[in-house]
T-cell receptor, first 112, second 112 residues
Framework: DQQVKQNSPSLSVQEGRISILNCDYT??????FLWYKKYPAEGPTFLIS?????DKNEDGRFTVFLNKSAKHLSLHIVPSQPGDSAVYFC???????????FGPGTSLSVIP | IAGITQAPTSQILAAGRRMTLRCTQD?????MYWYRQDLGLGLRLIHY???????GKGEVPDGYSVSRANTDDFPLTLASAVPSQTSVYFC???????????FGPGTRLTVL
């Protein structure tokens, strides 16, 4: 049973609009969450993280929101750019020092 | 600065053969990881090493072994490959366990 779920395998967004990628988790002990971005034929790269003591973390165009009671987090990209087209993995761990569990990924396409 | 290198880039292997995937990092990171990426399942941890001389099992360790003789190298060995081990394999490292992970470009392995 997957502990980290990304129920949308793919998402298409117009350039300039907001992209919202969703992630749900089942393990209530998770308290550290990360997003990784992956281009084809490359390894994933770290994008942004959030710990459970926060409900929002922002880095430029990227913002992650965490709702612990709903066991849900989301990544917002505003404005979306064609270069943002990639697979986005949500990941979680019980502490920042524990094993990281990855979701299946969401493929984002930003249409010019 | 290379970061993390993996070899080979891709390989086709007959079932039953032995194969070692190589991983080298030049960032002097303590922790290293091996993941496999399969469609719909995301990245799953195979084995990890918190520091040279130590290794641990991840989510899907069966059929794989690792060693960590020094800080830089973390080879993954398939003793007797089976078709279910067909996957893309990513090596990653982090300064310490749980910190941001840096990924290599991956090895695409096909077992026939």
């Amino acid at each position: 049973d997957q502990q980290v779920k990304q129920n949308s395998p793919s998402l298409s967004v117009q350039e300039g609009r907001i992209s919202i990628l969703n992630c749900d988790y089942t393990n209530s002990m998770f308290d550290y969450f990360l997003w990784y971005k992956k281009y084809p034929a490359e390894g994933p790269t770290f994008l942004i993280s959030i710990s459970s003591i926060k409900d929002k973390n922002e880095d430029g165009r990227f913002t992650v929101f965490l709702n612990k009671s709903a066991k849900h987090l989301s990544l917002h990209i505003v404005p979306s750019q064609p270069g943002d087209s990639a697979v986005y993995f949500c990941a979680a761990s019980e502490t920042s020092y524990d094993k990281v569990i990855f979701g299946p990924g969401t493929s984002l396409s930003v249409i010019p | 600065i290379a970061g993390i290198t993996q070899a080979p880039t891709s390989q086709i292997l007959a079932a039953g053969r032995r194969m070692t995937l190589r991983c080298t990092q030049d960032m002097r990171h303590n922790a290293m990881y091996w993941y496999r990426q399969d469609l719909g399942l995301g990245l799953r941890l195979i084995h990890y090493s918190n520091t040279a001389g130590t290794t641990g099992k991840g989510e899907v360790p069966d059929g794989y072994s690792v060693s960590r003789a020094n800080t830089d190298d973390f080879p993954l060995t398939l003793a007797s490959a089976v078709p279910s081990q067909t996957s893309v394999y990513f090596c990653a490292s982090s300064a310490n366990r749980g910190y941001e992970q840096f990924f290599g470009p991956g090895t695409r392995l096909t077992v026939l």
